[in-house]
């Protein structure tokens, strides 16, 4: 058995190696988009929304702040920013539905939900330009996370594309980052667990 006191410093007082959060926080804000999107894109009905908001505290909140929390301790700042931002966006989400539903506030206008939806399409957006610098994985997640805001922002204002409102495009297009989100994070979490690189993420667009 090795004396710590004989040995070297960086071997006795070696740095711990911490899980990679990521895959966390990306399966917890991708699961939750999916389902809240299949009701937004008309695949579930309306009535469904309040299964979405305890899965909104639980999954899409609570898991991504913890993600959120342990990519701080990593240094890792856009993470640690990233997920506790959209920790608290599904916060934000069940505690409204939650507080109208229980009678302790009354429904706000569409335009109201479609300012906060449009501020949270140039937040993303401008998140989406620092993922140039990130894979390319990342990068979809955020490039299409940014339309899915911007659509849902036109579904509430009331705009439509022809027959088909913006909201309805804006959950297919949630589904589709719901889906990316899921695919990522099953791709760091296999590559994490072979020690190598199974799956690219693919090299950032821009160095």
Same mark, same amino acid.
């Given at each position: 058995?090795?004396?710590?006191?004989?040995?070297?410093?960086?071997?006795?007082?070696?740095?711990?190696?911490?899980?990679?959060?990521?895959?966390?926080?990306?399966?917890?804000?991708?699961?939750?988009?999916?389902?809240?999107?299949?009701?937004?894109?008309?695949?579930?009905?309306?009535?469904?929304?309040?299964?979405?908001?305890?899965?909104?505290?639980?999954?899409?909140?609570?898991?991504?702040?913890?993600?959120?929390?342990?990519?701080?301790?990593?240094?890792?700042?856009?993470?640690?920013?990233?997920?506790?931002?959209?920790?608290?966006?599904?916060?934000?989400?069940?505690?409204?539905?939650?507080?109208?539903?229980?009678?302790?506030?009354?429904?706000?206008?569409?335009? $109201?939900?479609?300012? &906060?939806? =449009?501020?949270?399409? /140039?937040?993303?957006? #401008? +998140?989406?330009?620092?993922? !140039?610098?990130? %894979?390319? $994985?990342?990068?979809? &997640?955020? =490039?299409?996370?940014? /339309?899915?805001?911007? #659509? +849902?922002?036109?579904?509430? !204002?009331?705009? %439509?594309?022809?027959?088909?409102?913006?909201?309805?495009?804006?959950?297919?297009?949630?589904? #589709?980052?719901?889906?990316?989100?899921?695919?990522?994070?099953?791709?760091?979490?296999?590559?994490?667990?072979?020690?190598?690189?199974?799956?690219?993420?693919?090299?950032?667009?821009?160095?």
């Amino acid at each position: 058995m090795p004396d710590l006191v004989t040995q070297p410093a960086e071997l006795a007082y070696a740095a711990p190696r911490y899980a990679n959060p990521a895959p966390l926080g990306l399966a917890a804000f991708g699961l939750t988009t999916v389902v809240l999107s299949a009701i937004n894109a008309g695949w579930l009905p309306p009535e469904a929304v309040p299964a979405v908001v305890p899965l909104a505290f639980a999954f899409g909140g609570l898991a991504q702040l913890v993600a959120g929390i342990c990519e701080f301790k990593t240094g890792n700042t856009f993470g640690m920013v990233a997920f506790t931002s959209y920790a608290m966006f599904w916060w934000w989400f069940a505690l409204l539905q939650w507080s109208i539903g229980a009678g302790w506030l009354k429904v706000p206008p569409p335009a $109201a939900g479609g300012f &906060i939806l =449009l501020m949270w399409g /140039i937040y993303t957006g #401008l +998140l989406w330009i620092v993922t !140039f610098r990130l %894979s390319k $994985a990342v990068w979809s &997640i955020f =490039l299409l996370l940014t /339309i899915t805001f911007f #659509l +849902l922002a036109l579904g509430d !204002f009331h705009y %439509s594309l022809g027959s088909l409102p913006f909201s309805r495009l804006g959950g297919l297009f949630g589904l #589709l980052t719901g889906l990316d989100a899921l695919f990522v994070a099953f791709l760091e979490v296999l590559n994490a667990t072979a020690g190598r690189v199974v799956i690219s993420p693919g090299a950032p667009l821009k160095s």
